[in-house]
Every structure is written in C-alpha cells, then in structure tokens.
T-cell receptor, first 109, second 113 residues
Framework: KNEVEQSPQNLTAQEGEFITINCSYS?????LHWLQQHPGGGIVSLFMLSSGKKKHGRLIATINIQEKHSSLHITASHPRDSAVYIC???????????FGTGTRLQVFP | DTGVSQNPRHKITKRGQNVTFRCDPI?????LYWYRQTLGQGPEFLTYFQNEAQLEKSRLLSDRFSAERPKGSFSTLEIQRTEQGDSAMYLC???????????FGSGTQLSVL
C-alpha cells in the first residue's frame, strides 16, 4: 500500500463546478503540503497545513490529523485551474516530503 | 527575489558520462531540497540541506550521486557514470526554515541515451 494515496487520479469538470480532491496517508506527519504542477511547468506550493482549514481565494484545504486525511477544494472552477494537484505529507521526525502521484484536473469551458 | 533557479534546464548525455546540476535557492533560505520526478509520478525525495549541512539522504541516492552545498548558498547535484534509469526531471526547492512554505525551481530534465 502506498504511503500517500490521492483520489481521484483524473478529474474532468465543467467550468464553475465545485472540485474536491482527496488525500489519505499512512505516515505520521508534522504538516501536509498541497502543490500544483502545470504541464511542462514548475511546481507551486498552494498550502501547508498541520490542522484545521486554510483558504486562499477559490481554494480551500482541510486536514484531519486523527483520520490521516486531507482535502483540497476548488470553488467555481476555471479552465486555468487545469493542472496536476499533488498532496505531500511531511514526515513526523524528518523534513522530507512524501509525494502522492497527483490528481490530474481538466476544467473545460 | 528571483525565485529558485536551476541550470541547465535540459541535459542530454550518453550513458557512462558524469553530469552536474546547479540550484540557486532564494537568498536567505536555509533549507534546500533535491527531488527527482519521472513521467506520471510524483516527485521523490533525494536529499536536503540545512545551510551547508546535508541532513538526510534517500536510499534512492546511490553511490553515484553526490550533492553539496559548500557555502550554504547554491547547491550542486552530481551523477557519475550515468545510466538510462537516471533519466528524469531533477527538482530543487528551498524554504526559509523547517515547516515553512516550499519554493520550487523549474527543474533540470536529464535524458541519458
């Protein structure tokens, strides 16, 4: 079993739809990162959270440490949100991140 | 603040050759990380530095791989006697300190023929 599992692996949405991407992990963590990677592009850090919920614009990230689960929500999705979204928990006694394989999101106009 | 800079952007080499990549982190960022990403996969941790000290290395980092950060600023990743399996995108990231937001470079795409 992978240490980090994301679902779904691929997601197609119509512009304006509410998007949810889930991340479950099996390791103990100190914090969890959500990252965005555009095709051929670099990786951008969206959130780092260790508890509760964070919001930035149309993006919301939540984490439940006890259940080892995090979600990324996108409200009013837009074609420019099309990218790969990667969940990366940070280890409990180490600073290295363990990356999920990502969720490929395509938002159509 | 010019972001994290990696050079070169692309490197094509023949099997058995040595290659070296450079990463310039955001100035004053104490932490520097190297990751490797293959097509369709998430990045894999290779190693990280706190200033000039290399604090952790992945089992993925065989004896052919070595990383340095001599003055706590830029870092180099060297691969000796490259193999086709080394073909990947090598990513560098930096952060101000532990638990801070990560900033990634655009990566160096290595192709070993």
């Amino acid at each position: 079993k992978n240490e980090v599992e994301q679902s779904p692996q691929n997601l197609t949405a119509q512009e304006g739809e509410f998007i949810t991407i889930n991340c479950s992990y099996s390791v103990g963590i100190s914090a969890l990162h959500w990252l965005q990677q555009h095709p051929g592009g670099g990786i951008v850090s969206l959130f780092m959270l260790s508890s509760g919920k964070k919001k930035h614009g149309r993006l919301i990230a939540t984490i439940n440490i006890q259940e080892k689960h995090s979600s990324l929500h996108i409200t009013a999705s837009h074609p420019r949100d099309s990218a790969v979204y990667i969940c990366a928990p940070g280890g409990d006694n180490t600073d290295k991140l363990i990356f999920g394989t990502g969720t490929r999101l395509q938002v159509f106009p | 603040d010019t972001g994290v800079s990696q050079n070169p952007r692309h490197k094509i080499t023949k099997r058995g050759q040595n290659v070296t990549f450079r990463c310039d982190p955001i100035s004053e960022h104490n932490r520097l990380y190297w990751y490797r990403q293959t097509l369709g996969q998430g990045p894999e941790f290779l190693t990280y530095f706190q200033n000039e000290a290399q604090l952790e290395k992945s089992r993925l980092l065989s004896d052919r791989f070595s990383a340095e950060r001599p003055k706590g600023s830029f870092s180099t990743l060297e691969i000796q006697r490259t193999e086709q399996g080394d073909s990947a995108m090598y990513l560098c990231a930096s952060s101000l300190d532990w638990g801070e937001k990560l900033f990634f470079g655009s990566g160096t795409q290595l192709s070993v023929l």
